[in-house]
């Protein structure tokens, strides 16, 4: 059963975040600063922990610079609007598709990985991500999610205050 409420949740975020990359997004700027700080500790903690193995830290930043120029193309294609209503923003929608489709595809193949040899899973370490940290395409995978993200959101934030309220 616990398997099961765990796909069931993972499947509800995993279209929660789908729906976001489509259509027009209101500016919600405590949404948006919440996913930046999440995103942005849990980066830097994880890179944190990377720095004892150089081939990990190379890749965590290989990632996070591979983020960073997705997120710039990814603004340069967002329109931004301000209406009665509210600030709006319209995401490119195949670059935050493939951000996301590429980071659940690399834990979706760990886990059939790990789920198809059960003695894999036994750990020498306390930390229960110690398989996902010691996989330095899993970190480059995260960091491209990390510095998405991160810019993204930043510049999402910077770029709505530019457009006039009451211009389209």
């Avoid at 500790?41 to 830290?57: E, F, K, Q, R």
């Amino acid at each position: 059963m616990t398997s099961v409420l765990i796909a069931a949740f993972l499947g509800w975020a995993i279209y929660r975040r789908a729906r976001r990359s489509f259509g027009r997004q209101p500016v919600n700027v405590i949404r948006l600063r919440l996913r930046v700080g999440v995103l942005a500790v849990i980066g830097t903690l994880i890179l944190a922990t990377s720095v004892v193995d150089m081939n990990l830290l190379a890749a965590m930043l290989a990632g996070i610079a591979c983020g960073a120029v997705l997120a710039t193309v990814g603004l340069r294609h967002t329109r931004f609007e301000a209406t009665a209503e509210g600030r709006f923003y319209t995401p490119h929608t195949y670059i935050g598709l493939f951000v996301s489709a590429l980071f659940i595809g690399r834990i979706l193949f760990r886990y059939l990985t790990l789920y198809g040899h059960p003695q894999s899973m036994a750990q020498a370490s306390p930390n229960p991500f110690d398989q996902y940290q010691r996989s330095p395409l899993t970190l480059a995978i995260f960091g491209v999610l990390v510095g998405y993200y991160v810019l993204f959101n930043l510049g999402v934030l910077s770029k709505s205050r530019e457009v006039p309220l009451n211009a389209t």
